[in-house]
């Protein structure tokens, strides 16, 4: 994963704020999977499934990609992207100065 900002790292802790989203974590980091296969695995519907996927694709955490079966049928495949964010307070007060703060007063 390249540097990071503090707004940056906000949005990959929101990524990651969700337990379906660290379970579709937990399953990737083991095998990639296919969009049907993680739905079931997880127990929800498909659109929600895509909603999830899309906040850890932003974050770049996870990548996703098309591929054709053997009886022609498209499908989406996603795999866990390799990343090691090391959470602590000198991470935090290095990042501290790049956040966006609202109604700021300077």
């Given at each position: 994963?390249?540097?990071?900002?503090?707004?940056?790292?906000?949005?990959?802790?929101?990524?990651?704020?969700n337990?379906?989203?660290?379970?579709?974590?937990?399953?990737?980091?083991?095998?990639?999977?296919?969009?049907?296969?993680?739905?079931?695995?997880?127990?929800?519907?498909?659109?929600?499934?895509y909603?999830?996927?899309?906040k850890?694709?932003?974050?770049?955490?996870?990548?996703?990609?098309?591929?054709?079966?053997?009886?022609?049928?498209?499908?989406k495949?996603y795999?866990?992207?390799?990343?090691?964010?090391?959470?602590?307070?000198?991470?935090?007060?290095?990042?501290?100065?790049?956040?966006?703060?609202?109604?700021?007063?300077?």
């Amino acid at each position: 994963m390249k540097d990071i900002n503090g707004n940056e790292l906000l949005k990959i802790l929101e990524a990651l704020s969700n337990p379906y989203r660290l379970r579709i974590i937990a399953i990737l980091h083991q095998e990639r999977q296919y969009v049907s296969q993680l739905a079931r695995e997880l127990g929800i519907s498909r659109p929600l499934l895509y909603l999830h996927l899309q906040k850890l694709e932003d974050v770049e955490l996870i990548k996703g990609h098309h591929e054709i079966s053997e009886n022609g049928k498209a499908m989406k495949f996603y795999e866990l992207n390799s990343f090691n964010i090391t959470l602590n307070a000198q991470l935090i007060a290095d990042l501290a100065e790049s956040l966006t703060l609202k109604n700021r007063k300077e």
